[in-house]
């Protein structure tokens, strides 16, 4: 059974970082893209970064690049998320997710299998 766990959420300041992880388990990591999507009420969720760690492709929205950056540990199948200067905008839900059938560069909130989330929020 597939299980997508999320933790390092949490409030932080603006301009501050947190580093969002994402444990996986119950499929072969390296055949997978896991990424990471938003979602605040009454907005449709988003992609923010993807990873590929068979290839090593990724994707990183508009709104985040050059200040999120993706990785991926596959001795711990556990893939990161670090944020840095974090802003108002960037406080969402986040949620890690997997799939067998994309690359790293397809960030589209198609994923199959999801973990709970983990909030982010950043005060102004």
């Known amino acids: 059974e597939v299980h997508l766990v999320e933790s390092g959420g949490g409030l932080v300041q603006a301009g501050g970082s947190l580093r969002l992880s994402c444990a996986a388990s119950?499929?072969?990591?390296?055949?997978?893209?896991i990424g990471w999507f938003r979602q605040v009420p009454g907005k449709e969720r988003e992609g923010v970064s993807c990873?590929?760690?068979?290839?090593?492709?990724?994707y990183y929205a508009d709104s985040v690049k050059g200040r999120f950056t993706i990785s991926s540990d596959n001795a711990k199948n556990t893939v990161y998320l670090q944020m840095n200067s974090l802003k108002p905008e960037d406080s969402s839900v986040y949620y890690c997710?997997?799939?067998?059938?994309?690359?790293?560069?397809?960030?589209?909130?198609?994923?199959?299998?999801w973990g709970q989330g983990t909030q982010v929020t950043v005060s102004s």
């Open positions: 990873i590929s760690s068979s290839d090593g492709s990724t």
């Open positions: 997710a997997a799939d067998r059938n994309y690359r790293g560069t397809y960030c589209q909130p198609e994923y199959y299998y």
């Open positions: 119950g499929f072969t990591f390296d055949d997978y893209a």
